[in-house]
């Protein structure tokens, strides 16, 4: 194969990480090649047999610095910039990591003439009064004055193997009586499946998706937070019990659990704020096809994928007996 026939190469930011090895798969199959920008690679080994010998090489990349961000995206064709964190940790503010970072990957993108597919989370606003929303809502501002063309994703919660979401309260669940609904657990979600986020940027990347929008991506139905926990313990055989804590008291508890150094807070007072509002699609962006649905991908239930993982997480293990709570 000659260097002009060589498949479009795509440079995955975050692409180690839950969201990111989905995308890395879907693309891999595909036939693109990968370009995985991490900073630690020699952690990202586990990706290579996703694809064929050669079809997913890896480099070093801090989106905290410049210089490694445009090396990074040199000779690409398409940038994916799925990076993001949930709470602040040393120098990874969400500042840095999710506006700082995404403005460096759309100028980096611009330079190289490379089309960006960029993730950001349902919620994101400028002026949000959570630390997180607001800067993603900045780097949206940021990545369309830079990239006009660039796509954006905007997810509910993310469920799938490796999420940070229905696995936390699963784990949570194994060891604790109680699992407490912040706000009464009345907050609405709209989780998606990371296959269909991950389908979605192929998608994007194969040019079937308008571009200059911004998406909206939620799964095919709407759930309050309790409704989350009890599937969750329902897949997990287990019945603790659920109890109420006020929005005030949950904030507390961030606030103090984010002072414990070494340690990832359940809970953060930022993360708080954004349970104030519910995380769903738009009726904006339903009534302009901006959604899963819109760009040809069918979404998936909870209830059909969220038994396969969270197994290990039933009394017994994946080898608990008929099926019934323990």
Known sequence: MTLANLPPLVTVFGGSGFIGRHIVRTLAKRGYRIRV???RPDLAGFLQPLGNVGQISFVQANLRYRNSVDRAV????YVVNCVGILH???RNSFEAVQEFGARAVAEAARAVGAKLIHISAIGAHAHSDSGYARTKGRAEAAIHAIKPDAIIYRPSVVFGPEDSFFNKFADMARIAPVLPLIGGGKTKFQPVYVVDVAEAVAKA???KVAVGEVYELGGPEVLTFRECLEIMLKATWRKNRLVSIPFGIASLIGSIASLVPFITP???ADQVRLLKKDNIVSKDAEAEDRTLK???VTPTLVSSVIGSYLVQYRPHGQYTGS???A
């Open 205 to 207: 990347v194969e040019g």
């Open 294 to 296: 819109g760009i040809g």
């Open 323 to 325: 099926g019934k709570a």
């Open 74 to 77: 040199e000779g690409a064709d």
């Open 88 to 90: 602040e940790a040393g």
């Open 266 to 268: 359940p809970i953060t």
């Open 37 to 39: 920008a991490v900073r």
